[in-house]
């Protein structure tokens, strides 16, 4: 049982250059999130998504699109990436309550550097 | 609207002394809230979770937070620190849209 998996782990691009980040879990959970997190700042909440199909805006979504076409897949683009899009990002994966559980899992991060 | 204050940016305690993470939160209702801890270079593990039943919960490694609704709080402690608690530490609320909410996060220190 992998649990949540994030692809790259570690990445450096251009200002400028696109990429998308996949996260995939596999533990049949409807919620997905995508959180950057920032020294000193704590996880803020980008995007996240409700079930199979759906997104919706979290915190800081501006610069970020996110797509659910498959319920266990979460992927979170950056069309156009700039220095302040540095930082690491984390996937997670949820049932959402009242199901029960509650708890988020996280995936390892992905360490992105825009330079 | 849910948010969440950890008090303390920086804690530090000598080894087998005790450990306490302090956290407020604001929320309309009775909320879900949780403590993850994170190792440098790692990612987050639940340490434990308060979900409406017993205000005091047990987590893992020993520790224990107890959530007081007349103070809106949910402490974190642990009655002896070790070398392998150091890391950072975050306090998470649960909204009712199934959004998880962040403290900036506690580092803590243990001291030989």
């Known amino acids: 049982n992998a649990g949540v998996t994030q692809t790259p782990k570690f990445r450096v691009l251009k200002t400028g250059q696109s990429m998308t980040l996949l996260c995939a879990q596999d533990?049949?959970?409807?919620?997905m999130y995508w959180y950057r997190q920032d020294p000193g700042m704590g996880l803020r909440l980008i995007h996240y998504?409700?079930?199979?199909?759906?997104?919706a805006k979290g915190e800081v979504p501006d610069g970020y699109n996110v797509s659910r076409l498959k319920k266990q897949n979460f992927l979170l683009g950056l069309e156009s990436a700039a220095p302040s899009q540095t930082s690491v990002y984390f996937c997670?994966?949820?049932?959402?309550?009242?199901?029960?559980?509650?708890?988020?899992?996280f995936g390892q991060g992905t360490r992105l550097t825009v330079v | 609207a849910q948010s969440v204050t950890q008090l303390d940016s920086h804690v530090s305690v000598s080894e087998g002394t005790p450990v306490l993470l302090r956290c407020n939160y604001s929320s309309s209702y009775s909320p879900s809230l949780f403590w993850y801890v994170q190792h440098p270079n790692k990612g987050l593990q639940l340490l434990l979770k308060y979900t409406s039943a017993a205000t005091l919960v047990k987590g893992i490694n020993g520790f224990e937070a107890e959530f007081k609704k007349s103070e809106t709080s949910f402490h974190l402690t642990k009655p002896s620190a070790h070398m392998s608690d150091a890391a950072e530490y975050f306090c998470v609320v649960l909204n009712t849209g199934n959004q998880f909410y962040f403290g900036t996060g506690t580092s803590l220190t243990v001291i030989p």
């Open positions: 998504s409700v079930g199979e199909g759906t997104t």
């Open positions: 533990m049949n959970h409807e919620y």
């Open positions: 997670a994966s949820s049932y959402g309550i009242p199901r029960g559980g509650a708890e988020a899992f």
